[in-house]
């Protein structure tokens, strides 16, 4: 692979990491697991620039590489099992404009989401950035249909572990 | 409020900044590091397996003189063993053929539902390998037990005093004996396969229940 095309990505992984470190955070409980799991989608994406054609977006791109690398390749370390260690990491992205009362349901809503499955955890990624029902199920290789279910149903089970 | 509508709006007002950022100088050390992802190790083991079985099935013709006589005598003939060899070593290249299709199909960009199609088609290459393998090494084992007892002058003088009922024992224990080693041997490789896929079929299980 030439250097060129090396720089070219750097550059775009460099610009577009928050996404990377999104997937990271809903899929693993402390610092360790996430810089393992960050490096493993460095490795995929690499892996599979060449082939990238430019007539996706970029970050759609890494969307999906980031979600199959995390559901499906990753293999979690020993180190990743430790799930107490959450509460340390969880989301360090403090929003000033909330008041307490919603800060304190954000970090529940963070933490329930943490329960979900890989599945349901990938839906509720892709829902919350905003991708529609068709980029969703083109991701996950389900029908369209089935993602809006089983979106309505991943709701509801937020609101259960959210109130018990 | 939705709760998922809270989460969103506080989830995009993040969106731009980020808490750890990573340099363009520690991505490139990055980028090259080794992958540890299942479809390498899945690529590991099956050259191991590979490796494994054409060792065992080739092992007689790179083995001692002595040994390969001992071999055809306890097959009576060696054209059971010429045939059984050349069948083993066709199925090995039918199956490094498709082992390779295989993982060439495997792609990182492909949807979540077939990517993990992919990957289960390679591993269920490996598993039909590995069984065909463990029924020859069943047969062959069974027959060169047969021919021994049959042909071989030492071992056919002990068999001659035992009656036949004594006989047709000795027979059965020792092929359930094989077919027990056989089992065990399959049942670790499930072991192994199944700690290695565990995540990966539990989502794709998950994938498939959203269609029922």
């Known amino acids: 692979m030439n250097k060129e095309l090396e720089n070219n990505f750097v550059e775009l992984l460099e610009k577009h990491q928050n996404i990377v470190h999104k997937v990271c955070r809903l899929y693993t409980n402390n610092q360790d697991a996430h810089n393992d799991l960050f490096q493993e989608i460095t490795i995929q994406l690499w892996k599979a620039y060449p082939k990238f054609r430019g007539d996706a977006k970029f970050s759609t791109w890494m969307y999906r590489v980031g979600l199959n690398t995390a559901i499906t390749l990753y293999r979690k370390s020993k180190r990743t099992i430790k799930t107490q260690e959450f509460e340390s990491v969880s989301f360090k992205i403090k929003s000033v404009e909330y008041d307490d009362t919603e800060e304190q349901q954000l970090k529940l809503l963070y933490k329930a989401v943490h329960q979900l499955n890989d599945i349901e955890k990938a839906l509720v990624l892709l829902y919350l950035e905003d991708k529609n029902y068709s980029e969703i199920s083109e991701t996950l290789g389900i029908s369209e249909v089935n993602a809006r279910v089983k979106m309505n149903r991943v709701k509801k089970k937020l609101r259960t572990i959210l109130n018990p | ?212």
């Open chain 2, 1 to 212: 409020m939705d709760e998922l509508e809270l989460l969103k709006k506080d989830w995009q007002a993040n969106s731009k900044q980020t808490d750890q950022h990573i340099s363009s100088e520690a991505i490139y050390p990055m980028m090259h590091k080794k992958s540890s992802s299942i479809v390498k190790t899945l690529f590991y083991i099956s050259i191991a397996e590979l490796v494994f079985w054409l060792i065992l099935n080739l092992y007689p013709y790179f083995a001692s003189e002595k040994y390969r006589q001992d071999l055809e005598m306890m097959y009576g003939n060696s054209t059971t063993l010429i045939v059984l060899t050349l069948i083993s070593i066709i199925v090995i290249i039918v199956f490094v053929y498709l082992l390779y299709k295989a993982h060439k199909s495997i792609s990182v960009t492909d949807n979540a539902k077939k990517l993990m199609e992919s990957i289960l088609k390679t591993r269920k290459i490996i598993k039909y390998y590995v069984v065909f393998n463990l029924v020859m090494a069943f047969v062959t084992i069974t027959m060169g037990m047969y021919f021994t007892m049959n042909y071989n002058p030492e071992v056919s003088t002990q068999f001659a005093h035992m009656s036949s009922k004594q006989m047709f024992i000795s027979m059965l224990i020792m092929t359930v004996g094989v077919a027990i080693f056989l089992l065990v041997f399959w049942l670790f490789y499930r072991l192994i396969y199944g700690i290695l896929l565990k995540r990966l079929n539990r989502n794709y299980k998950e994938l498939k229940k959203l269609e029922v």
